[in-house]
């Protein structure tokens, strides 16, 4: 079954590498923009009221 890629299996795939060196994105760019995405993402998650009971 598959599964979604890791940041860092992203930032070394073949075919992502490719895309950004045509587009002539800086590999750190695009994990920046990987990091700032995942970290609205999480702010914006639904909080689990279950998980947060002491």
């Known amino acids: 079954m598959p599964s979604d890629m890791t940041m860092t299996e ?9 895309v950004l060196r045509a587009d002539g994105i800086a590999p750190r760019t695009f994990a920046a923009t990987l990091r700032l995405a995942a970290k609205r993402a999480a702010e914006q998650a639904p909080v689990n009221p279950a ?3 002491n």
């Open 10 to 18: 992203v930032l070394k795939d073949p075919l992502i590498r490719q």
């Open 51 to 53: 998980s947060s009971v």
